[in-house]
């Protein structure tokens, strides 16, 4: 290419990168010297520019800069046509190989003073491993160590050391500064990645890949190489691998599993599989992974015993079995064109908002953006030249073993028969599914036991699917639930002894995804429901409280009672959800439930905070520590997804001391406390999560301090909040303290809200408080009950006015408020109806469709007879009536304000 034209194609480039990527836009801004290099059209010195971008004392800046100059350096290259996809990817490659080289001496040096990284490797695989990263890609990795030779702080531990080394190396790499990011880090590769350290002990590794590993790990380790660290490890490692990757047998059962892989994908990924607007070039039908899956299938079959085969790059890869005479020469032709053209539109996609992407657009708008990118005219045009390439792979793919037409196992048939006999409408779906369950992906399918365990199970699994409200819902449900076990034996033995869970589990994946996804994270969750006293109504406060605070064993610890607390509140939050799900409760009925076991958590955890806290600081004489709780816990009705709005308070005065070895004021002594607490109802532990909680509304807000003394809080109520602070304070209520605490607290309460008002302006205030959380938040979707007009926030805002104009009704419990409000002829005879299929349709779509968005049409029945109506139109009906007649309650108390 002489001067002239390849100035003329770098100019072309830079101006559709600044037309058509908001991503090299960015960067041609952020680096003029680079787009100066490239203008005077030197591409070499364009990549040794950006490699001295890498020069700072700060390791962050470094990497990020010499990524971010070579990412704009390389995109313009290949946007001109100057660089051929294996340049690109070579060179991303090596840039991906220096950072992680220079991630890792930083990391190795900061623990042990020993740049060299000695005794650590970084083995690389996917397209790394090959030397073909994408544009924007994860890098995926396997790190390992020696712990005889890995350099280590005194008294540190090999596992330790390697722990911090990897730990550092990944966050030199992947946070994201104000730089931006270097490369993604995927581990996921090495073995058992649920519940293996990050950095593994070479043997280990090595044992692992000997005696467990999967088809799937054998496929992925064509590709590795040492990408970074110790020469010697990672030479060591990969021989010593060496024939668990290349067998001597001719091994063709590599694609019976590769095609149970492939089936998966497509399955798993259905909408890109069609050709057209959408289209996956990675999965899809035809795509880059049936290209790299075609090549892997003859390398491994044939490698063994043909070294020459054993190249990580997928077009190296094509040429030498071509060479071989593995493949034909026009498929070699064919399938690299295409290889080629994919990764090249792959790298557009990426390059317009530096996303791991590999769909094709389904907008119209953005597929014309990509195609001019590349430099067409639109995504007509784009999707007319990609389109031949898909359909020649998919012709070739198939021929791999029979493609779609290679046999089933010997009892598919067998299968099939079951599924028709058990009524399933899609018998070829769910025996697809079943197939590629049983090929060995799934992570909690791997071990012998699980799978007999699962075998077991199976039969139970798909008489309870076939009589599921929605079976392909459920079992796309499942298949995510099952892949994300660390291990399923205990799970699948369960629902065999179990056949009514298998009931319970179908039915609350067919309607349920805020349960399906809370028992994808934690299955033992169903252990709750062997118990028919799961379906009864929650307990006391009291009676719940014993049940969580209840110790397992003796010596029990503080961070052992906070695992147990969330086991077991999480265990009688999943029971009530199911109670909705199963129709077995009224919603309301179930929302004073939630409330109840927040409410007994709190005691719990508080309780013992407090005792933890104490045993360094001792007590304060005449003080305790208060809780208010506000919003739907201090109304008694929370639903499965509310957070906890609660106000820390403590009894006596701020002067006292506490009488510990530690001692503190009691202005410091609570306001170090009231955190631990908060961390006691919220930090995950390794029994999961628990509540998230809001204290936004205390005196002063976030500006105030987290916990502030009675009386402090009754002279602020008293002289500095705002109206809306009084309308929080209607839905108050103390739920932690003793007793005394607790009665004093409510008289301040009390005091405060009968206090003398101008209704006038109070409702004034409530409706400009409305109009700023309408401006602020609009309704989430069509079923949004508390947004929007008509809605439960309408409807709360109107009684809140009321009150406090007219010192009626200061009740927590919103229906008690109406009642009262009704007998005093203030709200229209019958709008507790409103409140009450609003209240139940609230607590139904925050399991059954968080967006708040139209559920699916076999969810509606379950919805409407939960609301206490015949079918889906009447509580459509119901739910217009109910918004009326709350629009028509608020545009009543707006007209008094003048609004």
Known sequence: MNETVLSSSLGAALERARGHSPFLRLLIEQFPEIVSNLSAGDIESTLAAARALGASDDPMVAIRRERSAHALALAIADLAGIFPLERVTAELSDLADRLLGRALSRAAAERSGDESAAGFAVIALGKLGGRELNYSSDVDLVLLYDPAVLPRRPREEPDQAALRVAQRMVELLQKRTQDGYAFRVDLRLRPSPEVTPIALPVDAAISYYE?????????????????????????????????????????????????????????HYAQGQKFGPGYDLKRGRGGIREIEFFVQAHQLIHGGREPDLRVPATLDALVALERAGRIEATDRSALGDAYRLFRTVEHRLQMIDDRQTHSLPRDDEALDNVARLHGLSDGAALLDLVEPHAARVAVIYGTLGGGEDRRLPTDAEALAASLTQAGFPEVAAIRARIESWRSGRIRSLRTSAAREAFEAMLPTLIDAFAHAPDPMRAINRFEDLIERLPSGVNFYRLLEARPGLAEHVATILSHAPALADQLGRRPELLDGLIDASAFEPAGSVEALAREFARSDRAGDDYQLLLDRVRRRVNERRFALGVQLVAGRSDPIDVADGYARVAEAAIEVLTAATVAEFEQSHGRVAGSDLLILGLGRLGGGALTHASDLDLIYLFSGTHEAESSGPKKLRATDFFNRLAPRVTAALSVPTAAGPLYEVDTRLRPNGTDGLLAVSVETFERYQREQAWTWEHMALLRARPIYGPAEGRAALQHVIDETLRQDRDPARVTADVVRMRAEIAAHKAPTGPFDIKHGEGGLIDLEFAVQALQLGHRIGLDPRLDVALAELEEAGLVPVGIDRALKLLTRMLVMFRLVSPSSAEPPVPTRPLVAAACRLEDWDEL????????????ALWRAVVAKAGG
């Open 211 to 267: 005696a467990a590993a999967l088809p799937w790990e054998r496929a992925a380790f064509v590709r590795a190489r040492i990408a970074a660290g110790d020469p010697r490890l990672g030479r060591y490692f990969l021989e010593a691998l060496h024939p668990f990757v290349w067998r001597r047998s001719l091994d063709f059962g590599t694609v019976g599993e590769i095609q149970s892989i492939t089936r998966q994908i497509r399955d």
């Open 876 to 887: 459509l009906a119901a739910h217009a009536q109910a918004r009326q007649s709350v629009s």
